[in-house]
């Protein structure tokens, strides 16, 4: 055979390996079902996380600092993916070995921010590090997808405040906010596609070890160090455990009983009918006696049984209680009536869970981040600040009162409830969808005047568009 010949026919050979290597079989075993997911990951960092990066450097100074080490948690994130296509599954030991390099960036991130509190750019380091967990989407299951969002949820307090100082000062920050949040849904949207129930590896793939080094080297990612010889040295230390504890999203049997009950709820009409007014004697400004604590009294708002025919709401799990700090949430769930739950230290970053309690009352001491109150019954939230909002989600009679300042109440699927405002909260913005029997009381001097929150809008139709105006009820 001809030089020349042999020359093309190994080009020819070269072609086929890159093109068996790239579809994830070039490792030396069947494509796994995640092989062509790497492509629609690759689109994420070619589109909006490119246009990140690229903001990040022109913004300059932390920030840029910042975007190379996201960068570099993204590429070794990359990295851990095409692994998967190309081994099965290793054991659980073995795990924190092909982790290291994303979750050192990660841990990079977020000690960055925390000596940058005296920069210029601390809220957009801190938009960053408070959602660069959402990568630990690899470890949750069986939903790793809505960790994605709540993560990204959890830095809006922070982008929100770039948004709002830099909007009429540069495009470039606005630009680099927006590129950052469209690529966590983005990935959101990518998890939820190809990964819906955890990560997906290659049942018929080659030992992961075999592999690891090749695939981070090509990606310029440092190598994960290698499993210890007979004596050799001990195994790299595990990724920290308090690194994705914020905010923990699993999906479970309670989950999928109350997404079921609210689903029915939304479907049947006068479901919330029988739901009782507040009386007098149940409302601070008409009762000396539960002014003088500041506290709304548990149970306060009661609901009579449904008609005949209608949903009957769920028996609450029985859950052993829980009133602890996890990372910077305050989880307090499974409580029953009990009127004496108390946050006293509280930290501005911090946010409060209240989660399946029923017949309680809860008081937050201090100035927090937010206060969400899900799948809550007859109970009551008091609080002095919250930095950002206030709010309730699958709830049934709940009453919430600010002492000090709120900027949002967020009432989504919740039937009766009663917001007590103080007079520094009278600018608030209330959002509201799927929600009935909503009332405001406005301080007006010693007094308070109550007001109901529309429920009913009329729609017309004005050339090609709608416009929506609120039913006054007579």
């Known amino acids: 055979m001809a030089e020349q010949d042999l020359l093309a026919l190994v080009k020819r050979l070269e072609a086929v390996a890159l093109k068996l290597e790239s ?15 790497l492509g629609d990951f690759d689109v994420i960092v070619n589109g909006p996380f490119k246009t990140f990066t690229e903001l990040s450097k022109r913004i300059g100074s932390e920030v840029a600092t910042m975007g190379d080490m996201v960068e570099a948690a993204f590429m070794a994130h990359r990295g851990y993916l095409e692994i998967a296509t190309k081994a099965k599954k290793p054991s659980d030991g073995e795990l924190p070995m092909l982790q290291k390099p994303m979750a050192d960036k990660m841990v990079e991130i977020e000690n960055f921010r925390e000596k940058g509190r005296r920069c210029d750019y601390f809220n957009h380091l801190s938009a960053i590090s408070e959602s660069i967990p959402a990568l630990g989407w690899i470890n949750m299951a069986p939903t790793p997808a809505p960790f994605v969002k709540e993560m990204c949820d959890a830095s809006m307090f922070y982008t929100n405040r770039v948004l709002k100082d830099w909007k009429d000062k540069s495009k470039a920050h606005v630009e680099w906010t927006k590129s950052w949040i469209q690529t966590l849904t983005q990935l959101q949207g990518f998890v939820k596609q190809h990964h819906t129930t955890g990560l997906v590896w290659n049942p018929k793939g080659v030992e992961a070890k075999s592999v690891v080094n090749h695939v981070f080297l090509k990606l310029g990612v440092p190598p994960a160090p290698a499993g210890p010889a007979a004596g050799g040295p001990p195994p790299p230390p595990p990724i920290p455990k308090n690194l994705f504890d914020d905010i923990k999203v699993a999906e479970n049997k309670e989950d999928k009983a109350r997404n079921a009950l609210f689903d029915e709820l939304n479907k049947g009409d006068g479901v919330t009918s029988g739901l009782k007014k507040v009386t007098a004697d149940m409302q601070t400004h008409k009762n000396p006696d539960l002014r003088g604590t500041s506290v709304v009294p548990a149970g306060s708002v009661k609901a009579s049984s449904p008609k005949p025919g209608a949903f009957k709401a769920a028996t609450p799990p029985k859950k052993e209680p829980k009133f602890e700090l996890e990372g910077k949430k305050w989880a307090v769930e499974y409580h029953v009536k009990n009127p004496n739950l108390v946050i006293e230290e509280t ?28 799948g809550c019954k007859k109970c009551a939230v008091v609080f002095n600040d919250a930095v950002s909002s206030c709010e309730f989600i699958n709830c049934q009679s709940v009453q919430m009162q600010v002492l000090g300042k709120v900027p949002t109440i967020s009432i989504d699927k919740t039937d009766g409830c009663q917001m007590f405002l103080s007079k520094d909260s009278v600018g608030v913005e209330i959002i509201t969808a799927k929600s009935s029997e909503m009332n405001v009381m406005i301080p007006n001097g010693e007094d308070f005047v109550e007001q109901p929150v529309a429920e009913q809008f009329k729609t017309v139709i004005n050339g090609i568009k709608l416009t929506t105006s609120v039913m006054e009820s007579t």
């Not at 579809?23 to 997911?37: D, F, K, L, Y």
């Open 23 to 37: 579809s994830g079989a070039g490792a030396g075993g069947a494509a796994g079902p995640t092989a062509a997911s």
């Open 347 to 374: 930290e501005t970053n911090q946010s409060v869970y209240v989660y399946r309690c029923e017949g309680s009352t809860l008081k937050v001491e201090g100035k927090v981040n937010n206060i969400v109150v899900d």
